[in-house]
């Protein structure tokens, strides 16, 4: 039988073990050694982090070893008895939170480990709020640590009632709660001794029960860009899940807005080379023509024949959360939509409406929204931002709205009016696009590279003077 090929999005408060508990795991499914384990340990206690063992797994700077702390999306695939899993580790500090946040648009399911001693923390509760406004709608809990509560079936069920009671209020359609002790390996592959009244699934037969989100198959190519990589004997690969359409070896694709032509020279879904890959695949696609520093996270993939588009502007329908404060036109803040975090400015509120129904309210007081508050609005970007209207592309049409360190709101995107787009030929005749948005910095960039090609012959030497 041919195995399910998900992504799983590893969320969390900081602290609570969501390295270690990858990290143990790939260790119980033979794909990490414990030779490389105990070499992590004997590193770590040179530095007073012996414990950190199994979370070095997945936090391989030199940095994040040092603080202690996820500082980016780490990844790794994981392949169980029924599933072909690609892992997104997202960090738990909400200083890192866009991170997190582009994590859960290229996931099928969000997997929350929660400390059950602790319990619900500050971040456990924006971690889930944000990935449910992100389009998950399957949360499996890892109710870890649960030898610091002595394994006590009454604590375990009273902290499980407590996260389905809130991960209920914040609307996820399935929640599976499933206690583990990921530093003793309890119930991540096997049922341990230590659990003998326990009588559920272990955390491997919770993923397995994992679906895919789905994803519109019909369509342009679609994908936004979650991570740039440099590899060794492929060049740049752009990481990310296929929202829309297909590609395969060989294709031509246009990155917006970074403005680039490339070519399709290889893709890897779910750690194994594919010739081709469709909607809702989560893959790393090696291009060719597009260097490391061309490409970030934010921009999307698309075809040549039909590239992606920036906003000019766009209306969207939006909910402002308590402690938005007073917004009126001329607010700004930060839309959030899949792997792009873009400034906007509020130009209008063209009407307010009941969240719960989606009817029309008073239009006594348009001009002003607070704590709350639903309304149709149009935004204008500040910066280069792809986004789809909720009809044409869920997946590319919600978005978190924050200001500073706070998610003050969250909308989906209505319609769509493009900026401007000019085709001109490029050198042999092929045709790119320029648009009236450029990306901050891309112009000195272009205006260094020409200067380097001015300031060399033919054969690429340096002129001499």
């Keep these: 039988m041919e195995k399910k090929r998900l992504a799983v999005v590893v969320l969390g408060h900081v602290d609570h073990g969501k390295s ?169 592959t096997a049922r341990g001794e230590r659990m003998g009244w326990y009588r559920g699934r272990t955390l491997e037969e919770a993923l397995d029960e994992i679906e895919h989100r789905g994803a519109p198959a019909g369509g342009s190519f679609r994908m936004p860009v979650m991570q740039v990589l440099q590899i060794g004997g492929v060049g740049t690969v752009a990481l990310g899940r296929i929202e829309r359409g297909e590609v395969s070896e060989g294709d031509g694709v246009f990155a917006v807005p970074a403005n680039k032509a490339g070519v399709v020279r290889s893709i890897e879904a779910y750690g194994k080379a594919v010739r081709a890959a469709r909607a809702g695949d989560t893959v790393g696609i090696g291009l060719r023509d597009i260097g490391r520093q061309e490409l970030s996270r934010g921009d999307v993939l698309g075809t040549p024949e039909d590239p992606p588009r920036p906003a000019e502007e766009f209306s969207a329908k939006i909910v402002l959360f308590p402690g938005a404060g007073t917004v009126r036109p001329g607010w700004s803040a930060h839309v959030h939509c899949h792997t792009a975090a873009v400034p906007v400015r509020l130009e209008s509120i063209e009407m307010k409406f009941r969240p719960e129904s989606g009817e029309a309210s008073s239009e006594a007081d348009r001009a002003v929204l607070g704590d709350g508050d639903a309304a149709l609005v149009r935004f204008r970007p500040l910066k280069p931002l792809v986004l789809e209207p909720t009809g044409r592309l869920p997946g590319m049409a919600r978005f978190a709205l924050r200001v500073g360190r706070e998610t003050v709101g969250a909308g989906s995107c209505v319609s769509v009016e493009a900026a401007e787009s000019q085709a001109h030929p490029k050198e042999g005749g092929a045709q790119a696009f320029s648009y009236k948005h450029r990306k901050t910095g891309q112009g000195a960039r272009d205006q260094k590279a020409r200067k380097e090609r001015e300031a060399r012959d033919i054969w690429g030497k340096p002129v001499r003077k």
């Design 20 to 188: 270690t508990l990858v990290g143990r795991l790939l260790v119980e499914k033979g794909q990490v050694h414990p030779e490389e384990i105990e070499r992590y340990a004997a590193l770590g206690a040179g530095i007073g982090k012996e414990s950190f063992k199994y979370a070095w797994v997945m936090d391989r700077t030199d940095e994040s070893r040092r603080r202690g702390l996820t500082l980016d999306l780490n990844f790794a695939d994981l392949e169980t008895r029924r599933s072909e899993l690609h892992i997104i580790d997202a960090p738990g500090h909400r200083d890192f939170l866009r991170s997190m946040i582009t994590g859960t648009t290229a996931a099928d399911a969000a997997l929350l480990v929660v400390d059950a001693q602790e319990g619900i923390m500050p971040q456990t509760r924006e971690h889930a709020r944000l990935a449910r406004l992100m389009g998950l709608e399957h949360v499996l809990v890892a109710l870890n640590k649960i030898d610091k509560v002595g394994f006590e079936p009454g604590a375990i069920a009273n902290a499980a009632s407590e996260l389905k009671a809130m991960l209920g209020e914040a609307g996820f359609s399935k929640i599976d709660i499933i206690p583990v002790s990921a530093w003793e390996g309890q119930n991540l």
